[in-house]
């Protein structure tokens, strides 16, 4: 998730492709998970489908257990996808910083994936 603040910074001079709180990869594809995307914009809508069970369910009025039982089942997809983003800027973006030798960026970025799962386990 994004940070509450938001950064407008100009775009990268070397051709990488920036998102829009100023970060990048450095390859011109956005960030490390665009070969993943197809998968996880697979699994989101599988959880939009999931939610809108859940709006028919209480419009049908159906059983509060039965609600409840899908709710969790469309939370544990989420968490899912969410772990599977912080496992990956693990992996790439705090590596490349450390790679890149730069321990500044490199702390920015093990401190963005510790407040990326204190608001994963606040919810």
């Known amino acids: 998730m994004a940070s509450d603040e938001t950064t407008h910074e100009a775009g990268p001079t070397d051709g990488s492709q920036a998102s829009p709180n100023g970060h990048h990869d450095g390859h011109g594809t956005g960030y490390w998970y665009h070969g993943d995307k197809t998968a996880i914009q697979r699994r989101l809508r599988r959880i939009e489908g999931q939610i809108r069970g859940l709006q028919r369910m209480v419009d049908d009025d159906e059983y509060c257990i039965d609600i409840l039982t899908q709710i969790s089942a469309s939370t544990k997809g989420l968490q899912a996808v969410a772990l ?40």
Do not use: M, Y
């Open 84 to 123: 599977n983003l912080l496992e990956g800027h693990i992996a790439h973006c705090v590596a490349e910083a450390q790679v890149n030798g730069d321990a500044a960026e490199a702390e920015g970025k093990v401190k963005e994936a510790t407040d990326a799962v204190a608001r994963l386990l606040r919810t």
